[in-house]
């Protein structure tokens, strides 16, 4: 009885889905968190009567045929690349990208990781790094005798130094975007890798054509929507129920069948 493997499908495919929406729900206060969405596929047919083909000696072709579907898949979990909310914090170091990019993160093995979570600190030496200690490329050293630092729209960080009126400018932050965000790897700790999905990161200053600007003092929330979330939360939980009531229905039917004499 097929019922019964195409309903387990359905039952694994709702199970997918309640987890990349739990997933989503537990990182509502992730800052930089991008909301996933599971797509699924319906799987290949079983023909008993060939559509298109010939039904009689007379060239008769049938309209329409007869096809079983054998249930469904997961065709891909896709990332929502909406904009979050922002979030002013007051902290000097923390920088949020309004619109298009990705900050750079130079990794322990030397790897170079994406990342929208703007939470950033300084090392004992004084260079940009992330929460996790990781240097933030192309790798910025703020003066210890500085007194102020601003970062403005176009990445560009400059340090107030005691007894100078002008700021100098300590480096430049640059912002990176792809060709298909959807290709990066999420790898946690809120870093993305490259992928041959994702194409190359083609790198650039805040405010260029395609890049998005920097805000100083401000982080990216989540672009999680609780209120969608669980309303897809109980359609999948509705959808896997039904197809359990097909397994036990299923399972009457063979059960009527065995006890036939």
């Known amino acids: 009885m097929r019922a019964l493997q195409v309903a387990g499908t359905g039952m694994l495919a709702q199970q997918t889905n ?30 008993m009567r060939r559509v298109g083909s010939q039904s009689s000696d007379n060239g008769s072709i049938l309209p329409s045929g007869a096809q079983v579907g054998l249930g469904v898949k997961t065709a891909a979990i896709y990332r ?14 923390d920088l949020a990208i309004r619109g298009n990019g990705f900050f750079q993160v130079q990794l322990p093995n030397g790897d170079t990781a994406y990342t929208r979570d703007g939470t950033f600190g300084l090392s004992p030496e004084g260079t940009v790094v992330t929460a996790e200690g990781y240097q933030v490329l192309p790798g910025i050293t703020i003066p210890a ?14 340090a107030k130094l005691d007894g100078q009126v002008a700021p100098q400018n300590v480096g430049q932050i640059q912002t990176a975007i792809f060709a298909n965000e959807g290709g990066l790897e999420a790898i946690g700790d809120n870093l993305l890798l490259a992928t041959p999905a994702s194409g190359q990161a083609q790198v650039a ?7 998005g600007q920097v805000l100083q003092g401000f982080v990216e929330t989540s672009n999680v929507n609780v209120v969608q979330e669980i309303t897809r939360l109980i359609t999948a939980q509705r959808a896997y129920e039904m197809n359990s009531k097909v397994i036990t229905a299923s399972d009457e039917m063979l059960s009527t069948l065995s006890r036939m004499r």
């Open 18 to 47: 309640v987890e990349v929406i739990s997933n989503n729900i537990a990182n509502m206060s992730t800052t930089g968190y991008k909301r996933r969405r599971a797509e699924f596929q319906d799987l290949i047919y079983q023909s």
């Open 80 to 93: 929502i690349a909406e904009q979050g909310n922002l979030q002013q914090t007051e902290n000097r170091f």
């Open 145 to 158: 005798a500085a007194v102020d630092v601003t970062i403005n729209a176009a990445g560009e960080v400059l």
């Open 205 to 211: 200053a805040p405010g260029q054509p395609g890049h």
